[in-house]
């Protein structure tokens, strides 16, 4: 009884730990990049990539942090 309880915490909690980064990743995406060249607002056009309307595309820190 004990122990079936005890993996059930443990694998869900594992499983929380997951989605949590997964969810701060993608939260990190959809945010607005600001430009580092001018600190504009820039739009995402691709995963890590972002369009600045001054300077044109440059990559975000999304998958290189
Ligand atoms: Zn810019």
Same mark, same amino acid.
């Given at each position: 009884?004990?122990?079936?309880? *005890?993996?059930?915490?443990?694998?869900?909690?594992?499983?929380?730990?997951?989605?949590?980064? @997964? #969810?701060?990743?993608?939260? *990190?995406?959809?945010? &607005?990049?600001?430009? &580092?060249?001018? %600190?504009?607002? #820039?739009?995402? @056009? #691709? &995963?890590? @990539?972002?369009?600045? &309307?001054?300077?044109? *595309?440059?990559? %975000?820190? #999304?998958?290189? @942090?």
């Amino acid at each position: 009884m004990t122990g079936d309880s *005890k993996s059930r915490l443990r694998s869900s909690r594992y499983g929380r730990k997951i989605r949590t980064r @997964v #969810a701060k990743i993608e939260e *990190k995406q959809r945010a &607005p990049q600001i430009c &580092p060249k001018c %600190g504009r607002e #820039a739009k995402r @056009v #691709a &995963p890590g @990539v972002y369009e600045c &309307p001054r300077c044109g *595309k440059f990559t %975000g820190g #999304a998958y290189f @942090v």
